[in-house]
């Protein structure tokens, strides 16, 4: 953002906030220009009004709004470590963590609902001192939070093949990635796989091999890791990212074609 932008856009704020003094104490509205401030710093403002600059003050009235209906929540966690709002929402977040687990390969069993307590004690104690920017819903916020720690955990597990094998299922067929409500509506085989050779030539050479030798050849794991040269886990390791890259891809396609329309 330019300086020029940047001057603009804390002149809208500066007048949507002058109407805010009128209705609201001194206190309320110097907590308000803090969290523009920030998220203005940290680019989160720029990239809601995508250079519009009209739409500052719908930005502005997103963090009251938000800010009075998730403040409190938010002071009860952090600040006060309420233990009756903590144990609601820790119930929440270790349901979304195993949820976010076995939709990637885990079996939903006590070994997985054991890593999925330790990675929501992970990701409570990171919202306990997170900043939360006031322009998100809070539990979007919290799942993002839950998301980066699987992620993370996925990354400095995987990668060293410390998960068993027997704690993994084979990651959903390739065509169930297809069949989502993006691509519902593509009846005809010709159309999947159109999709499907689309799709894998946007990933790298390994990621695309995974795929094309357990799905579309049908070998099995040990079959298809020998062919590659590698370990059963270093196998689960780079199908698991070759199927994140195609969710991706895929989104990216769905986001398109709902632009066309």
């Not at 539990?139 to 704690?167: G, M, P």
Request: aromatic letters at 8%; hydrophobic letters at 40%.
């Amino acid at each position: 953002m330019s300086n020029s932008t940047t001057d603009a856009v804390i002149i809208e704020i500066e007048g949507a906030l002058a109407k805010l003094t009128a209705q609201e104490n001194p206190v309320f509205v110097m907590r308000i220009r803090s969290i523009l401030l920030t998220n203005l710093d940290r680019g989160r403002l720029h990239h809601f009004i995508e250079d519009d600059i009209l739409r500052v003050r719908l930005y502005v009235q997103k963090i009251v709004d938000n800010y009075r209906q998730f403040a409190p929540r938010l002071q009860k966690l952090q600040n006060d470590h309420c233990p009756q709002t903590w144990t609601a929402l820790l119930q929440k977040m270790q349901q979304w963590t195993f949820s976010y687990l076995a939709r990637h390969g885990f079996r939903t069993d006590a070994n997985t609902q054991a890593i999925a307590e330790g990675l929501t004690n992970e990701a409570a104690i990171q919202l306990l001192n997170a900043y939360f920017p006031f322009d998100a819903h809070f539990d979007a916020w919290v799942h993002v939070i839950i998301n980066n720690t699987c992620r993370k955990y996925f990354r400095s597990n995987l990668k060293e093949s410390a998960i068993q094998e027997n704690q993994l299922v084979d990651i959903e067929p390739f065509h169930n990635i297809l069949r989502d409500e993006a691509y519902a509506e593509k009846e005809h085989q010709s159309e999947l796989q159109e999709i499907i050779r689309e799709a894998l030539t946007q990933l790298s050479d390994a990621r695309r091999e995974v795929i094309e030798l357990t799905y579309l050849q049908g070998l099995s794991n040990k079959d298809a890791a020998e062919r590659m040269g590698k370990s059963i886990g270093a196998l689960y390791s780079l199908r698991f990212y070759a199927l994140e890259d195609l969710r991706e891809i895929l989104g990216k396609n769905r986001n398109n074609d709902n632009d066309k329309c």
